[in-house]
């Protein structure tokens, strides 16, 4: 083990870091997700609402879902993605 | 002529008792102080009679009995035996063995000598 | 107007299409090419069987019924796509790393791989999914139906069944031949996951191919559209909350639980990588597929009579304007839904049917000799095979039965509560390590059971399975148990009250029964396995691999050989590769050293296992293999527990058998004593009495006579006070009364003195010793101390037997104690003499003349009231006595 090698986790550690974050944003999406969803049932409450100002209201929160989740995905994978070939050069 | 009396026994001070009264009783007296090779000493003496004791550095006076009344020539000699030991399980085993007499230390002078004397008769 | 037959023909060139693409994609598996295959894009487009002909014809008569409900069914599956974080990555991960191939093997294997467990899932996925099968035959046959009328060449409902039949026909032909090709243990299908998607990517296109055309070919225009919207009778956004989050969640458990989502998702899931591409192009997937729905429904609504099937406003309302290209589009698109369902749901329960039903009933019947002569390869594909076309043939006869006359969207929820009914026992399966067999089986019957009572069988219709008076008045006329209103629960919606009140009840019986109830070992282990499943991979970056997997190494090693030792193997490899610290670099040398030394702990196979594991990163987390060595520590433990009381006892017997032989030996002793104080009080007595007698008796008597005999008797009377003496003296000694003298001193001095008083200095005898070691001041009662020394070098004079006698003696100092060593050159003790030698009365050799065998024992008395110790050295080529004195003997009386 040379000493560059050994400087590598000061580098990683913050790259694991960040893939910590991106794991946590991963886990509270559908969450946030389902209140959003839930959120025309509160409007609904004191008259209906019209189904087209719903519909995009609807549509809007699927696509801003879908590429937040693109967005968190991307970097779960990248990461995961190297860290998945390094261990199984290691491993064997 | 007098007769010939082996006295074994390791205490040099009851040698030096039975000897000095045997002697003045006329009795030729030779000792032999251990059990080792008490048996050479019997057969070299050819005694008349063998005084005994039980316990004797290297061999017991038991053993040397059963041996001397195994031996042929020596089978027929009268012995004496004496012990400190005064217990009746001395006494049967001495019986046993072929003693002719026991005796139990501390005796008197005049039972030893009418003990060889009976037990040699004249 | 377009014909039945150009239909048909369109129809069976797609179907040969699927065929070769399915064929291709086979073959480009088999000879490893088609990198494409294996892509993300793939994996995502095979979800989509989600889709089905119901959401594909549905979704647009749930619009035209009840306005933007519909999207509950999509946004479920998105919640769970973009949450993949949280569960599908866990059951992706297990499912490869356990090679899971169906989701009764799932949840079988997580409960101990209970194959009554397995039985049941399976017997209720296929009653959950057969109707849905009759409803793709349904939606398939309907659509034929509609071309027909406008055809005109119509055949009546016979033609209808005769189509339903040639569909299903197809389909089992289909899947039989693409689903059943190899027999992997990883159960993927290539061609079948390839035809899906591009059945994925046909209706899809066709769906947004009528929105397209509805919005701007119909309305003209976007602005148009959303006034038709307003129009409409949906234009108002009416959901009552409790089916908006029901439905949502309800799809949500199905996206989860439904078996053929689960054969696409995890079976057939190539790469854990493509789920992140799935969490966000799925959840466009189904944005993009339900986005023309309502535009769709409203058009149709309007320009349709009110007479038409609104589900199937897809189909007819192209066919209306004159599409007929674009219907027949549309056509596709459903047919595409219908017939990738079929398929994938018939793969995914043939395996659960063949491999939890058929096959272990055929090797029950066909007993041990089939294992042995290998063809329960060719007999697992039969079943499957034949599965396959049961499960078609079954979905086919419930078509026929029920006559197909229910609303689509309805017979799909109530398949869908069915089969949510596993998320209890799989949610709490992957993430709770105290869920157990017993609580999964107790759940799942009576969610089950509320499903069937309160929807599936009231579905049937008022009076088929149900009477009239049961749904009204409840069962045994309790009204608490009516099957719509269970426990009072009235006004609710019968699907969502199914959903509360069987998952609710499920959830609680499994989570209650687990809580009461003892997992088997098994299920123990596999539930670590499956709640741990990530922690052996490791989410850490690269660097640590190497020294991750040593510290890995070092944590089990250290709970099987002991932390010391552990470390201390570790860091002399350490040393050896030239590294600091505790761990080495994972050679294979170092890595072959530490199974050897493991497999003394653990033997060789388990050895190899555990590193194998750790090493190679398989299946079985370090976790669980800690906690398998926790429990097999626990059992040793116990054993050994087992084996000490064993031994134990075994002692203490031996113990008793000493003591005894101790007292046996001590009765002789004593019998012996008893002997010899008599002989040695007996024989100093016959001296006295024989030579007073003389005295006494004899005339003549020179005066050295005399004078010899008088000392004599003197002499002999002393030895009877000495021998009473030392008798009085250990009686004293032994009942602690002595008076100690307390002096200090030197211990050459006091050797000095014993040797003399010993009255060993004659020739014949030699004493050995090293007076420049004996120069040690003690303070001690040094009389008492001599009286040792006499009676132990006396001893050696009068014992040692060698022809040339030496006693040696040798002194130390040893913290803060002497230490004096007496050791002779002759024959010794005998081993079964050492016990008794200090015990009173005892008498080496009964032939041997000396004392009365009190001396040792007066000894052991002395060395006692000094503090110190007298032992016999074994193992030193003559009689060896160890002396140990304290230095300063107040000294060591304080300490104590």
């Not at chain 3, 499957?384 to 689509?408: E, K, N, Q």
Request: proline content about 3%; overall charge neutral; some cysteine.
């Amino acid at each position: 083990m040379s000493p560059k090698q050994r400087r590598m986790p000061v580098f990683v550690e913050r790259k694991t870091y960040r893939r910590r974050r991106m794991a946590d944003g991963a886990r509270m999406l559908p969450i946030l997700g389902a209140l959003l969803f839930c959120m025309p049932l509160l409007w609904a409450v004191s008259s209906p609402p019209k189904t087209t100002v719903t519909m995009f209201y609807l549509f809007l929160v699927w696509i801003a879902l879908s590429v937040t989740s693109a967005i968190i995905s991307r970097h779960l994978h990248d990461d995961d993605n190297g860290s998945q070939s390094d261990a199984e050069n290691g491993g064997r | 002529m007098n007769k010939k009396v082996l006295l074994i026994e390791d205490e040099p001070n009851i040698i030096e008792a039975i000897s000095f009264i045997l002697s003045r009783d006329g009795w030729d007296v030779k000792t032999h102080a251990n059990g080792h090779d008490a048996m050479d000493a019997v057969r070299d003496r050819a005694a008349d009679l063998i005084i005994l004791d039980v316990m004797l550095p290297g061999r017991s006076g038991f053993d040397i009995l059963k041996d001397i009344r195994a031996d042929g020539a020596l089978s027929d000699t009268p012995v004496l035996m004496l012990t400190a030991r005064g217990q009746d399980k001395d006494r049967e085993m001495a019986a046993r063995v072929g003693a002719n007499r026991f005796m139990t230390k501390p005796f008197s002078n005049a039972d030893v000598l009418e003990a060889v004397r009976s037990m040699v008769a004249t | 107007m377009a014909s039945l037959n150009v239909l048909v023909l369109v129809c069976l060139i797609y179907v040969i299409f699927l065929f070769a693409v399915a064929f291709a994609a086979d073959r480009a598996a088999l000879h490893g090419r088609g990198a494409w295959l294996r892509s993300p894009i793939v994996y995502t487009l095979s979800l989509s069987i989600y889709c089905t002909a119901w959401t594909f014809y549905g979704a647009v008569g749930f619009a035209a019924r009840s306005g933007l409900e519909y999207v509950t069914i999509y946004l479920g599956p998105t919640l769970v796509m973009i949450g993949w974080w949280w569960t599908l990555r866990k059951m992706v991960r297990i499912g490869r790393s356990q090679r899971i191939t169906s989701i009764a093997d799932l949840i079988s294997s997580r409960y101990g791989k209970s194959n009554s467990l397995a039985v049941f899932v399976t017997v209720l996925a296929v009653i959950g999914t057969t109707p849905y099968i009759a409803l793709q035959l349904q939606s398939v046959t309907l659509s034929f139906s509609i071309f027909a009328e406008t055809d005109m060449i119509s055949g009546g409902p016979s033609s209808q069944q005769s189509t339903a039949f040639w569909v299903a026909s197809g389909l089992a032909v289909f899947t039989i031949l693409f689903g059943t090709r190899n027999l992997d243990a990883n159960e993927r299908h290539h061609g079948v996951v390839m035809a899906i998607a591009l059945e994925a990517v046909v209706k899809l296109f066709a769906l947004l191919a009528v929105g397209v055309f509805v919005v701007w070919g119909l309305s003209g225009g976007v602005a148009e559209t959303l006034a038709q919207i307003d129009a409409s009778p949906i234009s108002q956004f009416e959901v009552t909350n409790s089916r908006w989050i029901g439905l949502t969640m309800l799809s949500a458990a199905a996206f989860i639980c439904l078996p053929r989502m689960f054969q696409v998702m995890v079976v057939e899931n190539e790469d854990e990588g493509h789920l992140r591409t799935a969490s966000w192009a799925f959840p466009a997937y189904l944005m993009a597929m339900s986005l023309f729905v309502v535009p769709i429904a409203a058009v149709g609504l309007e320009r349709l009579p009110a007479d038409a099937n609104p589900d199937l406003f897809v189909l007819t309302l192209p066919l209306q304007e004159g599409r007929d290209g674009l219907a027949i589009l549309s056509f596709l698109g459903g047919f595409s839904s219908a017939t990738s369902m079929v398929i994938v749901a018939a793969i995914a329960l043939s395996t659960m049917v063949s491999n939890h039903i058929v096959m272990p009933i055929w090797l029950w019947m066909s007993g041990e000799s089939a294992m042995v002569s290998g063809d329960v390869r060719s007999v697992a594909l039969l079943a499957r095979r034949l599965s396959i076309a049961g499960i078609v043939f079954l979905g086919y006869l419930y078509f026929r039965v029920s006559g197909g006359g229910a609303a689509l969207a309805a017979i799909g929820l109530i398949s869908f509560v069915g089969v949510a009914q596993f998320l209890p026992s799989l949610m709490g399966g992957l993430f709770w390590r105290g869920a157990n067999r017993v609580g999964a089986i107790a759940g799942l019957v009576v969610g089950a059971m509320v499903w069937m009572y309160s929807l599936f069988l009231p579905s049937f219709g008022d009076t088929v399975f149900l009477p009239q008076q049961v749904i009204e008045n409840g069962l045994f006329g309790l009204s608490w148990l009516r099957p719509q209103a269970l426990f009072g629960a009235e006004g609710l919606d019968p699907i969502v009250h199914a959903v509360m009140w069987s998952l609710l009840l499920n959830t609680f019986v499994f989570f209650v029964v687990s809580l009461l109830s003892f997992p088997r070992p098994i299920e123990r282990l596999q539930g670590a396995q499956f709640v741990n499943v990530f922690q052996h991979s490791g989410t850490a970056g690269s660097w640590s691999g190497g020294l991750a997997q040593s510290e890995d190494l070092l944590i089990m090693s250290q709970r099987i050989m002991g932390a010391s030792e552990a470390q201390a193997l570790f860091a002399g490899a350490a040393r050896h590769q030239g590294i600091a610290g505790l761990l080495p670099e994972p050679t294979p040398d170092f890595l072959q050293q530490l199974e050897r030394e493991l497999s003394g702990s653990v033997g060789a196979a388990t050895a190899h296992a555990m590193i194998s594991q750790i090493v190679g990163g398989a299946t079985v987390s370090v976790e669980d293999l800690m906690a398998v060595a926790d429990e097999t520590a626990q059992i040793m433990e116990y054993s050994s527990r087992l084996e000490a009381k064993t031994e134990e006892q075994a002692r203490t017997a031996r113990q008793l058998r000493e003591a005894n032989e101790k007292l046996t030996q001590l009765s002789v002793q004593k019998d012996a004593f008893l002997s010899q104080i008599s002989h040695e009080l007996r024989t100093p007595m016959t001296s006295i009495r024989a030579f007073s007698e003389i005295m006494r008796d004899t005339e003549g008597l020179t005066e050295d006579e005399q004078n010899k005999y008088s000392s004599i008797i003197h002499d002999e009377a002393v030895r009877l006070t000495r021998l009473l003496d030392d008798l009085l003296d250990l009686s004293v000694l032994e009942n602690a009364q002595v008076v100690l003298n307390w002096q200090t001193g030197n211990l050459s001095e006091v050797l000095d003195r014993a040797i003399s008083a010993a009255g060993v200095n004659e020739p014949g005898f030699k004493v050995d010793r090293i007076r420049a070691k004996e120069q040690l001041e003690l303070r001690s009662d040094l009389d008492r101390l001599a009286q040792v020394f006499i009676n132990v070098i006396s001893n050696a004079r009068k014992y040692c037997d060698a022809s040339d006698p030496v006693l040696r003696i040798r002194s130390k100092q040893s913290g803060g104690n002497l230490i004096v060593d007496f050791i002779d050159n002759g024959s010794g003790i005998p081993t079964d003499k050492q016990a008794l030698i200090f015990e009173k009365f005892s008498r080496i050799g009964e032939t041997k003349a000396g004392g009365a065998g009190l001396g040792l024992a007066i000894c052991r008395e002395v060395m006692a009231r000094l503090s110190g110790t007298i032992t016999y050295l074994p193992g030193q080529n003559g009689a060896a006595f160890r002396v140990t004195i304290p230095i300063d003997v107040e000294a060591a009386k304080a300490a104590e």
